[in-house]
């Protein structure tokens, strides 16, 4: 079946604008996760969503950043006012279910860069 | 200390060979551990999970759990230069609200 898909695959954009980032997990996974991915960072995680659950948003590096998922599935990243700091390639996953036990499966990821 | 620990590399194999990735974590709580592989320029695609003590193998790749040293590694048998990839271990830490927890990846180079 399809895999995790995100759009678009690259950004660039000016300092101090707002971009938004899009994931649309695997059918069926009712847990969907960003992560982000820079040199000298690693990967790191931003904030998860289970069904209709509050998201976790202990991740999220400041209050630049906020994400939403629209019916259960398809995710929405947006990072406003963006800063040479937030160019990193930006990671969606998906699992089953949030749990330990469940794999996590990524997306290809939206490389970001701000100028 | 970080939380999941890994050596940078590059480990350098020839071709054929066994390649072997070592990673150690710090919460002895965490259920399970995965190992992810990362071409460059490319999203991590998870290679092997693994969740009780013992190896676990699939195909060219063993991953093995010692959950009382706290360590989790990862064979490659008969290596190829296709391996040639960064390889990433995510531990689930229970105290981080069961998020996955990525090392910084071992660079691996298999050698023709």
């Known amino acids: 079946g399809a895999g995790v898909s995100q759009s678009p695959s690259n950004k660039v954009t000016e300092k101090g604008k707002d971009v938004e980032l899009r994931c649309d997990p695997i059918?069926?996974?009712?847990?969907l996760y960003w992560y982000r991915q820079s040199l000298g960072q690693g990967l790191e995680f931003l904030i998860y969503f289970q069904g209709n659950s509050a998201p976790d948003k202990s991740g999220l590096p400041s209050d630049r950043f906020s994400a939403e998922r629209t019916g259960g599935s398809v995710s929405t990243l947006t990072i406003q006012r963006t800063q040479q700091e937030d160019s990193a390639v930006y990671l969606c996953?998906?699992?089953?279910?949030?749990?330990?036990?469940?794999?996590?499966?990524f997306g290809p990821g939206t490389r970001l860069t701000v100028t | 200390q970080k939380e999941v620990e890994q050596n940078s590399g590059p480990l350098s194999v020839p071709e054929g060979a066994i390649a072997s990735l070592n990673c150690t974590y710090s919460?002895?709580?965490?259920?399970?551990f995965f190992w992810y592989r990362q071409y460059s320029g490319k999203s991590p695609e998870l290679i092997m999970s693994i969740y009780s003590n013992g190896d676990k193998e699939d195909g060219r790749f063993t991953a093995q759990l010692n959950k009382a040293s706290q360590y989790v590694s990862l064979l490659i048998r008969d290596s190829q230069p296709s391996d040639s990839a960064t390889y990433l271990c995510a531990v689930n830490i229970r105290n981080a609200g069961n998020m996955l927890t990525f090392g910084g990846g071992t660079r691996l180079m298999v050698k023709p």
């Open positions: 919460d002895r709580g965490s259920q399970s």
């Open positions: 996953a998906s699992s089953l279910r949030h749990s330990a036990i469940y794999e996590q499966y």
């Open positions: 059918s069926g996974h009712t847990a």
